[in-house]
Every structure is written in C-alpha cells, then in structure tokens.
C-alpha cells in the first residue's frame, strides 16, 4: 500500500497514520483512565507538544529549505524525479 502526496511516495505519512496517532491516542487514554496524570498535566503536555511540533516547522521552513534551495539541493533532488 503506498501513499502519495503532492505526487510522492511518503513514507513518513504512512507510519503516522498507522502507528503514531494510534499509539498517541492510546497513551492519552491509557494514563487518564488509570489516574496516572491529571487531566490539566494532559492538557500542557499536549500544548508543549503542539508548540514544539509548530516550532520545528517554522524552522524547517523559514531557515532549511531557503538554504537547501540557495546550496541547489532542491532542484537537484527535483530533477532527479
């Protein structure tokens, strides 16, 4: 089974759907319904997570790919495909 995104093969989009987010999901149920953490520690955990996640992407984007597209990289990559 492949999945495809914007006309590429994702690998990393595959073990998110199938892994990740259920096992995610699992945690976050697991730990509330044994009263192993409070629903307000769930609750900032998810907030850091969500900051961190956003802080990575604006990284990614406002400082790796103009550099991979200034180094040529992208378009080497691109007309590789």
Known sequence: MFFIF?????PGLVISILLNIPLGVFTIWYFLT???VTTEVNIISIMVGIIAQASM????????VPKSKKEGYHKSVCNNN
């Open 6 to 10: 914007g006309r590429k093969y994702n």
């Open 57 to 64: 992407m604006v990284y990614g984007f406002a400082y790796l």
């Open 34 to 36: 044994n009263s192993l």
